[in-house]
């Protein structure tokens, strides 16, 4: 006779606290679409100023309708991006919500991240069909918004890190890009990271590298509008590939992990270094241990390796698919392996770490 296997019993209590932490992920995901609406059409940056608005007023100063706009400010307060005054009729943008929603150049900005979901969404089927076949799919493939949602996402940190908190942490590096050095990007994308460091150091001189020629482009456009394009050169190259040395700098944001030869980077990093010269590594923050990741910060990058970075990794030759939190452990076995000898942590973020690596 065939058995059955007993269901079992269901914990009230610990279905009720699901559901509730489902209604609040179900809530995120509507608000998304909404958040791109108000950073598009610019009704943020109509509120930065904190000052009470009717919905017929947002409207006037955006040019938009103000039955939608109603609809869309009873959302956004129903979320907390923004306040409600009952007996006024009036919706206020507060100050720190101002400064998430509706300053690009705010270290703690942040519809770049929600333009990035949006994207991953729309690339759900490809990468369902990748589960089936176990074939990569290239960064390259994806929509469009992933690019510049990517820029927009990890801009504000590197606004805040790079310059006054990475680069000094490197040994003897400051001093050599004050006084002029040559320095790499690699895996630039949009090149928010090169310019950065452009505008910081005028004596320096800058070669950002992605093998994505429609990101080059961007970046490229972004370096005119930054006023750097005098010393800053954008290039179509792999890691694997690019050229250009002796660097006495060379920096890789947010990309080793997506490479599917990481080893094969190193390698060609060590020989483009100059003999003192110095990688920064700057991977997402991960603990060694899966069981280090399982929190808030690991969600968002556990979710984003399974939609972007082990499908680009996989799509390459080599296909290592180290994922977006393969930890320092790891990563510094890669660096190792590719003729780095000496790897040492200098900073971290709760959402970047910082690696210094040396011949």
């Given at each position: 006779?065939?058995?059955?296997?007993?269901?079992?019993?269901?914990?009230?209590?610990?279905?009720?606290?699901?559901?509730?932490?489902?209604?609040?992920?179900?809530?995120?995901?509507?608000?998304?679409?909404?958040?791109?609406?108000?950073?598009?059409?610019?009704?943020?940056?109509?509120?930065?100023?904190?000052?009470?608005?009717?919905p017929a007023q947002l409207?006037?100063?955006?040019?938009?309708?103000?039955?939608?706009?109603?609809?869309?400010?009873?959302?956004?307060?129903?979320?907390?991006?923004?306040?409600?005054?009952?007996?006024?009729?009036?919706?206020?943008m507060p100050p720190e919500?101002?400064?998430?929603?509706?300053?690009?150049?705010?270290?703690?900005?942040?519809?770049?991240?929600?333009?990035?979901?949006?994207?991953?969404?729309?690339?759900?089927?490809?990468?369902?069909?990748?589960?089936?076949?176990?074939?990569?799919?290239?960064?390259?493939?994806?929509?469009?918004?992933?690019?510049?949602?990517?820029?927009?996402?990890?801009?504000?940190?590197?606004?805040?890190?790079?310059?006054?908190?990475?680069?000094?942490?490197?040994?003897?590096?400051?001093?050599?890009?004050?006084?002029?050095?040559?320095?790499?990007?690699?895996?630039?994308?949009?090149?928010?990271?090169?310019?950065?460091?452009?505008?910081?150091?005028?004596?320096?001189?800058?070669?950002?590298?992605?093998?994505?020629?429609?990101?080059?482009?961007?970046?490229?456009?972004?370096?005119?509008?930054?006023?750097?394009?005098?010393?800053?050169?954008?290039?179509?190259?792999?890691?694997?590939?690019?050229?250009?040395?002796?660097?006495?700098?060379?920096?890789?944001?947010?990309?080793?992990?997506?490479?599917?030869?990481?080893?094969?980077?190193?390698?060609?990093?060590?020989?483009?270094?100059?003999?003192?010269?110095?990688?920064?590594?700057?991977?997402?923050?991960?603990?060694?241990?899966?069981?280090?990741?399982?929190?808030?910060?690991?969600?968002?990058?556990?979710?984003?390796?399974?939609?972007?970075?082990?499908?680009?990794?996989?799509?390459?030759?080599?296909?290592?698919?180290?994922?977006?939190?393969?930890?320092?452990?790891?990563?510094?076995?890669?660096?190792?392996?590719?003729?780095?000898?000496?790897?040492?942590?200098?900073?971290?973020?709760?959402?970047?770490?910082?690696?210094?690596?040396?011949?």
């Amino acid at each position: 006779m065939a058995t059955t296997t007993p269901t079992p019993p269901i914990d009230e209590a610990k279905l009720e606290a699901f559901m509730g932490e489902f209604v609040r992920d179900i809530g995120a995901l509507a608000a998304a679409p909404l958040v791109l609406i108000g950073d598009k059409l610019g009704l943020y940056r109509a509120m930065a100023d904190s000052k009470p608005v009717t919905p017929a007023q947002l409207a006037e100063r955006t040019g938009t309708r103000e039955r939608y706009i109603r609809e869309w400010l009873c959302a956004q307060a129903a979320s907390g991006y923004v306040e409600y005054d009952a007996g006024a009729g009036t919706f206020r943008m507060p100050p720190e919500q101002a400064m998430a929603l509706a300053d690009p150049d705010s270290p703690a900005f942040i519809p770049g991240a929600f333009q990035l979901a949006g994207a991953l969404i729309k690339d759900e089927p490809h990468i369902a069909e990748r589960f089936r076949t176990g074939e990569g799919f290239g960064w390259h493939e994806h929509d469009h918004d992933l690019f510049e949602g990517t820029e927009r996402f990890f801009r504000p940190g590197y606004i805040a890190h790079i310059v006054a908190d990475w680069i000094p942490a490197l040994d003897g590096v400051q001093a050599k890009l004050e006084a002029g050095a040559r320095v790499a990007d690699i895996g630039c994308g949009h090149g928010a990271s090169t310019i950065i460091m452009a505008k910081a150091f005028p004596r320096s001189v800058f070669v950002g590298s992605d093998y994505h020629e429609a990101s080059i482009e961007a970046a490229r456009r972004a370096a005119e509008r930054a006023g750097v394009a005098d010393r800053v050169t954008f290039e179509v190259a792999g890691a694997q590939s690019f050229a250009g040395g002796p660097y006495d700098l060379v920096c890789i944001f947010d990309a080793l992990h997506d490479m599917g030869d990481p080893v094969g980077a190193a390698r060609n990093v060590r020989s483009q270094l100059a003999d003192d010269g110095t990688w920064l590594v700057v991977e997402p923050f991960a603990g060694d241990r899966i069981e280090d990741n399982l929190n808030p910060v690991g969600r968002v990058f556990y979710s984003a390796s399974t939609m972007v970075c082990t499908p680009a990794s996989l799509s390459q030759d080599v296909a290592l698919g180290l994922g977006a939190q393969a930890g320092q452990a790891r990563l510094t076995e890669v660096l190792n392996e590719g003729g780095l000898s000496r790897v040492r942590r200098v900073a971290e973020t709760p959402f970047n770490l910082v690696l210094e690596a040396r011949p």
